[in-house]
């Protein structure tokens, strides 16, 4: 499922292994037989058959190696914070294994063997009497509610895909979607740690997935695997890629329901989209219809913010658009250090953002004397409306306090 290319050259498979040739021990794929023979012959995969095998196959050995990768270098990261603590499920220290903390918990709150929490999410996941069973635990602590970061929260995905390889449900359809779950929170913790190039491979491969198991194309899970798909291709640069995706997700969701919460983050992420393909005014047009007033939730900032940081990177943001992008900045910093308190990663890298966001419009001319000017581009006014498209300007007061420049007049 999630091995989609050939384990001697690399070359992309066909999906579900329609075409492909396989190791009739252990299931490894490969492009044909030459590529097989090959692997076996000089690749190592000789004294590699049987020990995938006993690991139950390719795939559950794949994602048992990611696992363990990934726990062996959250533990190497958390060793100082940890150090002297135990485990506050098992209540054993770091003798047994080394432990982590992934999420927003502080003091000793929050440390954990992953192998406990990897226990832990698969009972919170079973029904019990009066407690409906979730797949969350396997994302969230249990303790903060907040997501597991970092190789903590990759560790936690791969253990999670590995447990959908191996776990059978009476009904068929509920295998089928904790895979599919599976599949969302790996590309999810690859993108967070902006493994794109990975993500990208797993989110493909979750949609093909999707498709053979009949899933419709409009419903909310392939929605949310297109959009992590564009999100992929944004981050890799791949903009025009990217774009029919978001509108086809934007469309959907407008289609639903206008003003909520999914459908506010999926125009901005066009927006985000169209600025990098320059065009402003597509853009600009589009985040109007949908930001007339404030929003306070955390992802809508954020996608607010990704369209905002959009247009300074292409050197098109405004002076009130620059002025949005600080407030925003300044209130995620204020959030993250309630929640994560001032010494967490997390606060350190908002209030990083801030110091760099201020640093880099210190110089930008849109910033100074408050100034909307972009050289070479259209001039905008403070409401972000394009006025006009030449160089050389002459300063015209704006009847608000502050400057906007106009080309000099004819001779």
């Not at 190791?23 to 058959?49: F, I, N, P, V």
């Not at 903009?239 to 983050?265: F, G």
Request: glycine letters at 8%; proline letters at 3%.
């Amino acid at each position: 499922m999630l091995l989609t290319t050939c384990a001697c050259c690399a070359a992309p498979l066909p999906t579900f292994g329609a075409g492909a040739k396989k190791c009739s021990r252990c299931k490894t794929r490969y492009c044909g037989q030459a590529c097989q023979q090959q692997h076996w012959k000089e690749g190592g995969h000789d004294k590699l058959c049987k020990k995938i095998k006993r690991g139950g196959g390719a795939e559950v050995y794949h994602a048992d190696k990611k696992y363990k990768d990934a726990t062996a270098e959250a533990v190497s990261a958390c060793a100082h914070e940890t150090k002297g603590q135990t485990c506050y499920i098992c209540t054993v220290g770091a003798e047994k294994e080394g432990l982590v903390r992934g999420c927003g918990c502080r003091g000793d709150s929050g440390i954990a063997h992953l192998s406990c929490l990897v226990q832990q999410a698969k009972i919170l996941q079973q029904d019990d009497v009066g407690v409906q069973g979730t797949y969350e635990w396997w994302r969230k602590c249990k303790l903060c509610d907040q997501n597991f970061e970092g190789p903590v929260g990759r560790a936690l995905a791969w253990a999670c895909w590995k447990h959908g390889l191996t776990v059978s449900y009476p009904n068929p359809d509920e295998t089928t979607h904790f895979q599919a779950w599976g599949m969302n929170n790996i590309g999810l913790s690859l993108r967070q740690d902006n493994h794109h190039v990975e993500s990208l491979a797993v989110t493909e491969a979750q949609l093909e997935f999707l498709r053979a198991s009949h899933f419709d194309e409009g419903c909310p899970y392939m929605m949310l695997t297109k959009k992590n798909l564009a999100l992929d291709l944004h981050y890799l640069e791949r903009y025009e890629d990217a774009l029919p995706l978001y509108r086809e997700c934007y469309e959907v969701e407008r289609s639903h329901n206008a003003k909520s919460d999914e459908t506010l983050i999926i125009a901005c992420e066009c927006c985000k989209t169209l600025a990098r393909l320059k065009r402003f005014d597509e853009a600009r047009t589009l985040y109007r219809k949908h930001m007339p007033g404030s929003q306070t939730n955390r992802e809508v900032l954020r996608a607010r913010l990704n369209y905002l940081e959009a247009l300074h990177i292409e050197g098109a943001a405004s002076q009130s658009e620059l002025r949005e992008a600080k407030g925003i900045i300044e209130e995620r910093c204020k959030r993250t250090r309630q929640v994560h308190g001032s010494d967490r990663p997390e606060t350190r890298e908002a209030e990083e953002s801030l110091a760099a966001f201020l640093r880099d419009t210190s110089v930008n001319p849109a910033v100074d004397a408050d100034r909307p000017i972009r050289q070479g581009m259209s001039l905008l006014n403070l409401d972000g409306a394009p006025v006009l498209n030449l160089d050389d300007w002459r300063a015209v007061a704006d009847g608000e306090g502050g400057t906007i420049y106009l080309p000099p007049k004819s001779k």
